[in-house]
């Protein structure tokens, strides 16, 4: 079994896999010489040729041949790590060079559990299909025939008998990887499913605290974890029942290999040193078969890991963009746009406006009535989208994705800050930045004061930002926007689930910006958009309003009605 396309990935392992092969061979011609010496000896001992002239060269010749069957061993693991180290590393890279393809929209097309899982353990599967189970593929081929000729011309029947025993174990094989590949499609379904659980419920921790809802998850996980094992226990019984077909073939062809050496020797047709050599090497035939067997499964495993790799692989890209846009003013038109996660379940359905360079735009509307989408859609992190979005007068769809990051960011509810210091976090918004712009950027979102009494720009920043407060990440996150010159800032309910404190400074940076760039607000809380130019509601996906925020109240509509319910709501909190 050899898995074509996993081999063409790593082709460049494979001189490693030919030379590991070739030492084993070494290794096995220093073991012949080494039996054949010791027959001599036996053959001396019956003739009384024994003498110190004999003893001498036979014990150097002896520690010759297993030096260098030891040399040859250890060399050959040591291609067997080099075979799978390259391998690992093509498959890895191949993995995150997909990802960087998919871009923000890889999560349409693939679980980033699944992407954990196959780049971590499933990669670690292959890591023993090239440093164990192709070589001992080609080794297993090669030893009988090296053995046959060899003892051919001392004894033929032995040497027809013995090869003849050997495709048993292959065919053995042949027979349960029907079965095999089946169980291990299933236990990898399993291993996923099992591993997205898991993460979810892990990422959602926090919540199940919150509401108690942790035994249950953790019963639900119980069950999920229990049709895993049963899964793990029928692939356990499966390997562990033909690895028993196994012995029995390597153990019977190597007995009669025995009993023929035997036999021949009382017909007076082999001589007792000879008898013996082969009686020794008779098992040589069957253990790099038997070696290869349980190999086997591993590889199988592996293959499987490799084919749900390939699927990740094979998942369809969208069709990257070339166009550039030319200007600073780029105006964005919206016309007629649809879109849907599941077919047939529109998140927004035909939603048509316009954004003017410069000007402040509010997008609200009830949670679910698809802001973020809309959000996610301008700044190209969705595809597969009706209709058009255009940018400067170029589709989004259109635009070379680093000309579109390079005039549209987004600031989402939570910014990810990645571990590190600030500075390597705010210069990924420029990477030429001075640190006086660096702190200029700082003070406009209002978090230079901070910055200050902390270690400045080399402050930390912890794994997940846990050691800043929400308000704390978003302003830096604002901060690193602003550091990208970027003509439309999009905030996606970026004072969200922060402190009263953060959310008026974000508030009034906004207000700043209107004017200098053009902004774009999706906020469910009304009292954010009161000076937008333009504000869009938003209900199941339709737009139902647009007007200014003065407008839409004296209009008595969906707006006006979530504006007073919110104003009495915040009336009734004071």
Not at 122 to 146: D, K, M, R, S
């Amino acid at each position: 079994m050899v898995n074509g396309r996993l081999v063409k990935m790593g082709r460049a392992s494979m001189r490693f896999v030919a030379a590991q092969v070739a030492l084993q061979w070494v290794a096995l011609a220093a073991n012949i010489a080494l039996v054949a010496g010791v027959a001599l000896v036996v053959d001396a001992l019956l003739g009384g040729r024994i003498t110190t002239a004999f003893v001498l060269p036979a014990m150097a010749g002896a520690l010759s041949c297993i030096a260098v069957r030891f040399a040859a061993t250890r060399a050959a693991a040591h291609m067997s790590y080099l075979a799978s180290r390259g391998v690992k590393e093509a498959l890895r890279r191949a993995l995150i060079d997909k990802m960087l393809r998919l871009g923000p929209s890889y999560a349409q097309h693939v679980a980033t559990s699944e992407v954990v899982q196959v780049a971590g353990e499933g990669v670690e599967q292959i890591e023993t299909y090239f440093g164990l189970y192709l070589p001992q593929l080609f080794y297993a081929l090669l030893a009988p025939l090296t053995l046959f000729a060899c003892i051919a011309p001392v004894s033929l029947p032995v040497a027809a008998g013995l090869i003849v025993c050997v495709p048993l174990i292959p065919l053995a094989i042949a027979g349960v990887q029907t079965i095999a590949k089946r169980l291990l499609a299933s236990y990898w379904t399993q291993y996923a499913e099992l591993g997205d659980s898991f993460l979810e419920n892990l990422q959602g921790l926090t919540t199940l605290k919150v509401f108690e809802a942790d035994a249950y998850k953790a019963r639900q996980m119980d069950e999920e974890a229990e049709t895993f094992r049963r899964v793990t226990m029928r692939v356990l019984t499966m390997q562990l029942n033909s690895i028993i077909i196994m012995d029995l073939v390597a153990y019977g062809g190597a007995a009669l290999g025995i009993f023929l050496a035997v036999s021949e020797l009382a017909a007076g047709h082999l001589t007792l040193p000879a008898a013996f050599a082969i009686i020794v090497l008779s098992s040589e035939f069957f253990i790099p078969m038997r070696t290869l067997g349980s190999y086997f499964h591993t590889a199988m495993n592996g293959s499987a890991a490799a084919d749900r790799i390939f699927n990740i692989l094979d998942a369809p890209e969208p069709r990257a963009g070339t166009r550039a846009l030319t200007g600073e003013d780029v105006q964005i038109e919206v016309r007629d746009l649809s879109f849907a996660y599941v077919p047939e379940r529109e998140v927004l359905h035909r939603v048509t406006f316009t954004v003017r360079p410069g000007a402040l735009v509010g997008v609200t509307g009830a949670s679910g009535s698809g802001k973020s989408t809309l959000a996610a859609l301008l700044a190209g992190r969705l595809g597969g989208y009706a209709g058009s979005i255009t940018l400067g007068g170029v589709e989004v769809r259109d635009i070379d994705p680093k000309e579109l990051a390079r005039h549209l960011v987004v600031v989402p509810t939570r910014a990810h800050l990645f571990a590190g210091t600030l500075r390597e976090n705010l210069l990924m918004g420029d990477p030429h930045a001075s640190d006086e712009r660096l702190l200029r950027a700082l003070a406009a979102a209002r978090i230079d004061g901070f910055v200050r009494e902390a270690s400045g720009l080399d402050m930390p920043v912890a794994e997940g930002a846990r050691n800043l407060s929400g308000g704390q990440r978003q302003r830096i996150a604002i901060a690193r926007a602003l550091l990208t010159r970027a003509e439309v800032l999009v905030f996606d309910e970026a004072s969200s689930n922060i402190d009263a404190e953060s959310e008026a400074a974000i508030a009034s940076l906004i207000r700043e910006l209107a004017g200098e760039r053009t902004v774009i607000v999706v906020s469910h809380r009304l009292a954010n958009l009161t000076d937008a130019d333009t504000i869009c509601v938003l209900e199941r996906g339709r737009l139902i309003e647009q007007g200014s925020h003065a407008e839409l109240v004296g209009a008595g509509g969906a707006y006006a009605a979530l504006w007073r319910a919110q104003n009495d709501l915040e009336r009734s909190l004071a």
